[in-house]
């Protein structure tokens, strides 16, 4: 069992920059693949981009590539999400979820957290 907390979300404006945090509890976080997700009012739950076991591979959806890194610290059990160059479009509840392989779809993220929303100003 795993238990992800979010914080770091609130108000940008565009062009702005913020990080989140997932704190993770238990021992086996170096365990999980970390992954980001977000959700807009009524859409659908977006893939943001996800971080490896040891944190040798990232891959980020094209609509934030260059924008945000993702990075993790697994001796502090927490996975970060750098947010730069925001636009309103990011706007959303942004998720971290755990999952045993390497994946981009939400189903295969065995734990998430409860959200934390950002919302960028224009």
């Known amino acids: 069992q795993v238990q992800l907390v979010e914080s770091g979300g609130g108000l940008v404006q565009a062009g702005g920059s913020l990080r989140l945090s997932c704190a993770a509890s238990?021992?086996?976080?170096?365990?999980?693949?970390m992954g980001w997700f977000r959700q807009a009012p009524g859409k659908e739950r977006e893939f943001v981009g996800y971080?490896?076991?040891?944190?040798?591979?990232?891959y980020y959806a094209d609509s934030v590539k260059g924008r945000f890194t993702i990075s993790r610290d697994n001796a502090e059990n927490t996975a970060y999400l750098r947010m730069n160059s925001l636009k309103p479009e990011d706007t959303g509840v942004y998720y971290c979820?755990?999952?045993?392989?390497?994946?981009?779809?939400?189903?295969?993220?065995?734990?998430w957290g409860q959200g934390t929303q950002v919302t960028v100003s224009s």
């Open positions: 979820a755990a999952a045993r392989v390497i994946m981009r779809d939400p189903s295969a993220y065995n734990y």
């Open positions: 238990g021992r086996t976080f170096s365990t999980y693949v």
């Open positions: 971080i490896s076991w040891r944190g040798g591979t990232t």
